[in-house]
């Protein structure tokens, strides 16, 4: 469905809100243009205050658009954006949301931990 819109989409002016080297891939492999700006918002929004981790996920990639919206704003030098990008991966264990590990070895022993207990969600 977007390949046929590849065109018209570059352009625009597209910003990835990621330093993801998974999402860049994704986007380049479409043979979208875009450039990327990470957003500085910290991902520690209360888990309490959502129901469902898909609900954390989707606030907070929203939180992390319109942090890029505000940085890009301030680029006086160049156009506005057109299109920002953003999301957020969640893995959830039985209704808790678990946080990005801190290193290799502790994603390590979280995948041991959980294994086949996990369940994610990508939010856009």
Do not use: W
Request: charged share 25%; with cysteine.
């Amino acid at each position: 469905m977007v390949l046929q819109h590849i065109a018209q989409l570059n352009v625009k002016r597209i910003v990835l809100a990621s330093a993801s080297p998974r999402r860049k891939e994704l986007l380049g492999n479409l043979g979208l243009k875009f450039e990327i700006v990470v957003s500085s918002f910290q991902e520690d929004l209360p888990h309490h205050h959502f129901e469902h981790a898909e609900q954390y996920a989707v606030e907070t990639a929203r939180h992390k658009a319109l942090d890029v919206a505000r940085l890009c704003a301030a680029q006086k030098d160049k156009p506005p954006v057109d299109i920002i990008i953003s999301a957020d991966t969640i893995v959830e264990h039985d209704g808790y949301i678990l946080e990005k590990p801190e290193d290799v070895s502790h994603a390590r022993k979280m995948l041991q931990r959980y294994a086949g207990h996990l369940q994610a969600y990508n939010r856009v």
